[in-house]
């Protein structure tokens, strides 16, 4: 069954803090307050474009610390997106908060109103690297949201940044192991990008922070994504999506900013497999297989992989599609 979400951003609402990296509004476009008619207006937009059968359906609340909302205005907006569970057009409610807060009180009224899913904003389990990045909790508090959590019928989502104040690769491969020890069922990975109008862009400017480029960013987020898939955890987002403001030529100061990120990533785990499936081969011409649908990812952005097997050991490589290959799966083909 496919997965859907139906977003509706509420920035910067419920938040008790700046984090050094963080303009919801500029990272999710919206710069106004959603009210209960909003939230029906969105919910009906996106019903129309989505199929009616054989879909999961979840109204997504994001751009914010849901939870942190006074506890009338977040029943108001969860009564409005209920209204579509009721009449069967969605089956649940997503939502995105902070671990620090959260307790019975609002996990109770989360579960009246048909809440399914829990994301929090992790970013990591590197007490240095969350007091660096302003982040207002500790490790600490992340733990014991999720253990609360998972007393209640809820999926819990993790989410994760790489290349925060302090972090270092090995930080960023220590919280994945933090989190994967918290049973998510799933998690969002997110590099971090120096926004404008944030205290990051300032420390950026100032030579205080050094972001991480794109190949790093990519680099690492394989490992962890290899990491959290081979403990049975989906690893649903690599990446802030792309919009006017995320983007190259938008807001972004400094940062592995790029419009396929997690294609980027596919791409490296790809490199990876591909030079294991050659590593014998001393041939100046090769081939290999890989699922007709995966071709893209194997192949690289703008041919990077051809690019780096020439370069690496050259070989002058060729991909082609193989539908009896699975996901992931090379084969050198000898001609």
């Keep these: 069954m496919k997965t859907y ?14 984090c050094v990296f963080c303009n919801q509004k500029r990272i999710t476009g919206t710069q106004s307050e959603v009210t209960p008619d909003d939230v029906r207006r969105i919910i009906e937009e996106h019903l129309k474009t989505l199929p009616k059968d054989g879909a999961y359906i979840e109204a997504a609340f994001f751009g914010g610390s849901f939870t942190g909302i006074p506890m009338d205005e977040q029943s108001a907006l969860l009564s409005a997106a209920r209204e579509y569970i009721k009449s069967g057009d969605i089956c649940g409610i997503r939502l995105s908060t902070r671990p620090d807060y959260i307790d019975t009180t609002i996990l109770d009224n989360l579960l009246k109103y048909g809440v399914t899913t829990i994301e929090l904003g992790v970013q990591s389990m590197n007490d240095e690297v969350l007091f660096k990045s302003g982040r207002g909790h500790t490790a600490r508090q992340v733990r ?21 104040p302090g972090d270092t690769p090995e930080r960023s491969l220590a919280t994945a192991d933090e989190i994967i020890r918290l049973h998510p069922k799933i998690v969002r990975i997110y590099p971090t990008l120096t926004i404008e109008d944030t205290v990051l862009a300032d420390m ?70 591909i030079s ?17 649908r995966e071709i893209s990812k194997a192949v690289g952005n703008r041919k990077m992989n051809i690019k780096k097997i020439k370069r690496d050991k050259n070989i002058n490589l060729k991909i082609i599609g193989d539908e009896n290959m699975k996901k992931r799966e090379v084969r050198y083909i000898c001609f």
């Excluded at 979400?5 to 700046?18: A, K, Q, S, T």
């Excluded at 294991?276 to 007709?292: E, G, H, K, W």
């Design 5 to 18: 979400n139906i977003p509706i951003f509420v920035p910067h609402r419920g938040c008790p803090f700046d």
């Design 144 to 164: 014991d949201a999720a253990e609360l959590i998972g007393r209640y019928p809820f999926t819990l989502g993790l989410q994760m940044m790489t290349g925060l």
């Design 204 to 273: 950026y400017r100032a030579g205080a922070y050094m972001p991480q480029n794109v190949e790093e960013a990519a680099e690492l987020c394989k490992k962890l994504l290899l990491k959290f898939e081979e403990n049975g955890i989906a690893v649903i987002r690599l990446g802030l999506q792309s919009t006017d403001e995320i983007c190259e030529n938008g807001s972004v100061v400094a940062g592995p900013v790029h419009s396929s990120f997690g294609e980027l990533v596919e791409s490296a785990v790809y490199y990876d497999l």
């Design 276 to 292: 294991a499936a050659l590593l014998n081969v001393s041939d100046s011409d090769a081939a290999v297989a890989v699922n007709p």
